[in-house]
């Protein structure tokens, strides 16, 4: 089986920046995805990692530890948008992975002015 | 390019009733996952259809049942509703599980059973 764990809740300052941890156990790895999803909205991808390392793409970036289960997505220059739930998801192997992402509870990041 | 269109976005039924629901992936995409989305348990996978046949299934009972037609829209049944089946359905499309993709959700169904 899978199980991820990141925080319920974080809060951060306009202009900041935020980390969000994430810690997994699987029996099979085949990629970590980050999705932001606004209230009442559709989770929309943010990064994927499948190897060890960071991914940046503009002010996300993701990081993959794959020994220690573990990433991280770092949200630089705060904005008020990014108010959101960040969900971290794992891929498993094998047939029971088709189509299925298994996801953590989800961070609920609130952004102060 | 269009994205995932789910259809109706809000649904009310009454307990005991059963309710479709309807996703059309992005165009090209030949895998569709459904999942439930509640505050409690969060997003939880139902089932996965390629190519018309379901190729993996989450730990629901069997009044959840889908099916992906031709043209790659699927449909997700949900027979004798409970109440605990009020939740965000969500649906996600992806070119297939072993590409090297994120999956695209669409906006999802709002049920709510009474």
């Known amino acids: 089986g899978q199980n991820i764990d990141q925080p319920t809740e974080m809060t951060a300052t306009e202009g900041a920046i935020v980390q969000i941890n994430c810690t997994y156990q699987t029996s099979g790895f085949n990629g970590l995805f980050w999705y932001q999803q606004h209230a009442g909205e559709a989770p929309t991808f943010l990064s994927y990692?499948?190897?060890?390392g960071l991914e940046e793409k503009g002010r996300f970036s993701s990081f993959l530890s794959r020994s220690k289960g573990y990433s991280y997505l770092l949200l630089k220059e705060l904005q008020m948008k990014d108010s959101a739930s960040y969900l971290c998801?794992?891929?498993?192997?094998?047939?029971?992975?088709?189509?299925?992402?298994?996801f953590g509870q989800g961070t609920i990041l609130t952004v102060h002015p | 390019k269009a994205g995932v269109t789910q259809t109706p976005r809000y649904l009310i039924k009454t307990r005991g009733q059963q309710v479709t629901l309807s996703c059309s992936p992005i165009?090209?995409?030949?895998?569709v996952s459904w999942y439930q989305q509640t505050p409690g348990q969060g997003l939880q996978f139902l089932f996965e259809?390629?190519?018309?046949?379901?190729?993996n299934k989450g730990n629901f009972p069997g009044r959840f049942s889908g099916r992906q037609f031709s043209n790659s829209r699927s449909e997700m049944n949900v027979s004798t509703l409970e109440l605990g089946d009020s939740a965000l359905y969500l649906c996600?499309?992806?070119?297939?599980?072993?590409?090297?993709?994120?999956?695209?959700f669409g906006s999802g169904t709002r049920l709510t059973v009474v």
């Open positions: 990692n499948v190897l060890d």
């Open positions: 996600a499309s992806s070119l297939g599980a072993a590409e090297n993709y994120g999956y695209t």
């Open positions: 998801a794992v891929r498993g192997t094998g047939g029971t992975s088709y189509g299925k992402l298994t």
């Open positions: 165009s090209g995409h030949r895998s």
């Open positions: 259809y390629f190519s018309e046949t379901q190729r």
